[in-house]
């Protein structure tokens, strides 16, 4: 009995001190978020104080890269101290990083604000990665304070590991009326998969796709709504590209990158690095946007402007197509019939083989548009491609 006493005395003693750490828990938890709360309202207040009506908040998403995160900064700042007041800048941290919040705060250029999480992850299938599922958390808190807290209109979302062209801020300016006009358009990207040097040539030519780039892109509060109460436990990005979700709109996509990330080391553990990422040909010419009549990329419009490109790219057939492509002068386009024969092509010219849900990345219509060597085009045309564009066969 004695020993007993003792035991149940001992298991007493293990559960208040489990109690006091709590209670130190919850209480250095508080103490966070009261400086978090404390310098939101700085740095919206340094917002309110400007009476210029932004055109979209910018937030960079972070987490434990400190280095990372500084050289993104910088990047950014390079081009956007001139316009701070229409793209007010953000960086929003998940977790509790010392050095990260501290690099954060150094700048007083932008706002911080930090997500802290304790809630458990259940991974829904066994060996997932527990970040990605922490991604997903973050990505909705961040854009569910930046749409329903500090009331933007449109957000655009940078990751810790980019860098931005020149004319990053003038692309997303313009890109802003394009979302308000056409409600078919989802999101604007500043990214292109197959943007690799030996893809890419024309800085000032922008595409629509029916699959979602990420990796710098802006959305609407509008969009938000509807996305915001369904937002995934994890894999957000390939959420996006499932047709369910994007209903049948479409994303705007530069031909040359206006971000270039150069994040080797992430959670997607460097994947495609070398071969994708590294090779990417980030724009540094100062197109004069403001001046460009981007009518073309309108629903209505841009349909007929893609079908007359592609109706006049010359066909070619057969084997040795790469060859082929190369000895003709002038746009040339291939048909593919199936994800199998897609890849096999795709793989001999070097771009991105992957498809989510049928649509290969960059792909409307089904038909992916890359340069090859030159300034011709390349099109790999789907089996109703042509039928989808109101080409007749040729």
């Not at 209480?27 to 740095?43: H, M, P, S, Y």
């Not at 829904?124 to 990665?129: A, D, K, M, T, V």
């Not at 590294?278 to 981007?294: G, R």
Request: hydrophobic share 40%.
């Amino acid at each position: 009995m004695r020993l007993l006493i003792d035991q149940i005395s001992m298991q007493q003693g293990k559960i208040v001190a489990l109690e006091d750490e709590r209670k130190r828990q919850d209480e250095e938890c508080r103490q966070l978020r009261a400086l978090v709360q404390d310098l939101e309202k700085k740095g919206v207040k340094r917002l309110i104080d400007n009476l210029q009506v932004p055109i979209a908040a910018v937030v960079v998403m972070a987490c434990s890269r400190p280095d990372y995160l500084e050289r993104t900064i910088e990047s950014i700042l390079k081009y956007q101290s001139s316009v701070a007041p229409k793209f007010p800048l953000f960086v929003s941290q998940d977790g509790a990083n010392e050095m990260v919040r501290s690099k954060a705060l150094s700048y007083n250029q932008l706002t911080y604000m930090q997500h802290l999480d304790f809630e458990p992850i259940h991974t829904e299938r066994p060996g997932e990665l527990i970040a990605y599922y922490k991604i997903a958390r973050h990505y909705k808190w961040a854009l569910d304070a930046l749409f329903y807290k500090h009331n933007f209109t449109r957000v655009i979302i940078l990751e810790d590991d980019m860098e931005i062209a020149p004319d990053f801020f003038d692309y997303f300016e313009v890109a802003a009326s394009l979302l308000d006009r056409d409600k078919t358009i989802m999101a604007v990207s500043s990214w292109n998969d197959n943007g690799q040097k030996q893809f890419v040539y024309d800085s000032k030519i922008l595409y629509r796709s029916d699959f979602f780039p990420g990796l710098g892109w802006m959305l609407t509060k509008s969009t938000w709504d509807h996305l915001s109460p369904k937002w995934p436990k994890a894999y957000w990005d390939d959420w996006l590209r499932l047709k369910e979700n994007h209903q049948g709109r479409q994303f705007i996509r530069p031909e040359v990158c206006r971000t270039y990330n150069f994040g080797e080391h992430g959670s997607s553990m460097g994947q495609f690095f070398k071969q994708y990422l590294e090779p990417i040909k980030l724009n540094d010419v100062q197109v004069d946007w403001k001046s460009m009549d981007l009518s073309y990329l309108m629903e209505d419009n841009y349909i007929r402007h893609f079908a007359n490109m592609v109706s006049n790219a010359k066909p070619v057939h057969g084997a040795d197509i790469v060859l082929k492509a190369y000895n003709i002068d002038g746009d040339v386009r291939i048909t593919y019939n199936d994800q199998a024969h897609f890849e096999m092509i795709a793989r001999q010219f070097g771009i991105f083989e992957e498809w989510k849900d049928g649509i290969p990345r960059t792909a409307y219509k089904g038909v992916v548009v890359f340069r090859y060597q030159t300034t011709r085009r390349v099109f790999l045309v789907g089996p109703d491609s042509l039928k989808q564009l109101g080409i007749q066969h040729t």
